[in-house]
């Protein structure tokens, strides 16, 4: 059976459809770096550069124009291991929920979205556009509200790492936008959603 993309899924490989992939890069034109990526989405997103989950994008400048899909989700933090035997010693649920531990810090949507801004703002990054859901009452959210955002009026079926799309997501999507003109922006997507 197809499984709900959501926030706390614990599946992060969910691409961007192709078909909304168009509508942005029409706007932003060439896409020079996607720091959230892998081999397969960059066939739909086409960015002259791209980093995968082993290059660590958060740690790296980002430059030129940007699109961004991060792996959605909170943030968590390594499981403890005793010193002497190196055994983990975690009671989290989400480990037990998902039936095993985790060795290293998992950056979520704090950081993610923290870091574009911080690109934006530095002006290494020129323009760019990321998608999350809207997550209006999180604080990871509220950046975002200082750029052109495009409220998607339907649920988006992200496509999962074998190219197949998934059935609709459980909330709806936001796209924010840096760097560009809100007319740009309408031009695209005046008919599937609301930009503000």
Same mark, same amino acid.
């Given at each position: 059976? +197809?499984?709900?993309?959501?926030?706390?899924?614990?599946?992060?490989?969910?691409?961007?459809?192709?078909?909304?992939?168009?509508?942005?890069?029409?706007?932003?034109?060439? @896409?020079? &770096?996607?720091?959230?990526?892998?081999?397969?989405?960059?066939?739909?997103?086409?960015?002259?550069?791209?980093?995968?989950? +082993? $290059? +660590?994008?958060?740690?790296? &400048? !980002?430059?030129?124009?940007? !699109?961004?899909?991060?792996?959605? =989700?909170?943030?968590?933090?390594?499981?403890?291991?005793? /010193?002497?035997?190196?055994?983990?010693?975690?009671?989290?649920?989400?480990?037990?929920?998902?039936?095993?531990? @985790?060795?290293?810090?998992?950056? =979520?949507?704090?950081?993610?979205?923290?870091? *574009?801004?911080?690109?934006?703002?530095?002006?290494?990054?020129?323009?760019?556009?990321?998608?999350?859901?809207?997550?209006?009452?999180?604080? !990871?959210?509220?950046?975002?509200? $200082?750029?052109?955002?495009?409220?998607?009026?339907?649920?988006?079926?992200?496509? $999962? /790492?074998?190219?197949?799309?998934?059935?609709?997501?459980?909330?709806?999507?936001? @796209?924010?936008?840096? =760097?560009?003109?809100?007319?740009? *922006?309408?031009?695209?997507?005046? +008919? *599937? =959603?609301?930009?503000?």
């Amino acid at each position: 059976p +197809d499984q709900r993309v959501n926030q706390d899924s614990g599946e992060v490989e969910w691409y961007t459809p192709p078909w909304l992939l168009e509508r942005v890069k029409r706007v932003l034109g060439t @896409i020079d &770096l996607d720091p959230a990526s892998c081999s397969t989405a960059n066939l739909n997103v086409g960015a002259s550069r791209f980093y995968t989950a +082993d $290059d +660590d994008g958060l740690s790296r &400048l !980002w430059d030129g124009t940007v !699109w961004m899909n991060h792996p959605y =989700g909170k943030s968590e933090k390594a499981c403890p291991k005793t /010193k002497r035997t190196k055994e983990y010693r975690c009671k989290k649920n989400a480990c037990k929920n998902r039936g095993y531990h @985790i060795d290293h810090d998992v950056p =979520g949507n704090t950081e993610w979205i923290a870091k *574009i801004v911080e690109e934006f703002k530095s002006g290494r990054m020129t323009s760019g556009a990321c998608i999350t859901f809207a997550s209006t009452s999180e604080n !990871w959210f509220r950046p975002l509200y $200082d750029y052109y955002q495009v409220w998607l009026y339907d649920r988006v079926a992200f496509v $999962d /790492k074998h190219g197949v799309e998934g059935t609709k997501t459980t909330k709806g999507s936001v @796209i924010t936008f840096f =760097g560009v003109s809100k007319k740009d *922006i309408e031009r695209e997507f005046a +008919d *599937i =959603g609301k930009v503000k």
